[in-house]
């Protein structure tokens, strides 16, 4: 824990010395995180990935102005959410979807924060279907990301609907395990088993 701290202390100092070393740390800590929380706004990958550079940019230029690691986080969230906000406002025409996002997005920072959580969820857990053995993470994927059904997977893969329960029980199972044994903590554990239950 101590280390972890010297470690944060240490890239603020080199973020504030204007090191690029540590915006390309941050950039590696927070963009995959920040890159579905836009995308899933705006519906839109190109510009969802414009906007979370355009906000790395913005913290570039204002690198003298944080103190803390969670500042620069909140920083992020928050300009990423205004940047959809805007975003959104332009457009001409709209999805429902969008039009839900903008009265979302207009409620204020405490609304984004069930968002952020799921984002940095879903980044941890994208790290861990990658440990997964071959046809258990072609399963996991297939059920929670492509939200394929049982039976879809199975006539899909030539496997028994039983064998697709049976990997699907234990990814979930192998992913739980390994965020208990990381540390993660009980609102992060109670993210993923929303995201796996939705």
């Known amino acids: 824990m101590k280390k972890a701290r010297e470690e944060e202390l240490n890239w603020m100092q080199e973020l504030y010395e204007g090191n690029e070393k540590a915006l390309a740390h941050f950039f590696k800590l927070h963009s995959k995180s920040l890159a579905y929380f836009t995308t899933r706004m705006l519906e839109d990958k190109a510009e969802a990935d414009d906007i979370v550079s355009k906000c790395f940019l913005k913290l570039w230029q204002k690198h003298k102005d944080f103190k803390t690691v969670q500042n620069i986080k909140a920083f992020l969230y928050i300009s990423c959410r205004n ?28 609304t984004i924060l069930y968002d952020v959580v799921q984002a940095e969820v879903l980044d941890m857990v994208n790290k861990e279907i990658e440990e997964l053995p071959d046809k258990m993470k072609v399963v996991f994927k297939m059920l929670y990301i492509e939200g394929k059904s049982t039976n879809e997977i199975a006539a899909e893969l030539g496997l028994s609907i039983q064998t697709v329960r049976n990997q699907k029980i234990k990814a979930v199972a192998i992913i739980k395990n390994s965020l208990l044994k990381k540390g993660v903590s009980n609102a992060l554990q109670l993210a993923f088993l929303f995201f796996i239950h939705k």
């Open 83 to 110: 940047a959809c906000l805007d975003y959104l406002a332009s457009l001409k025409v709209r999805t429902a979807a969008q039009e839900k996002y903008i009265i979302y997005l207009q409620q204020g920072e405490e």
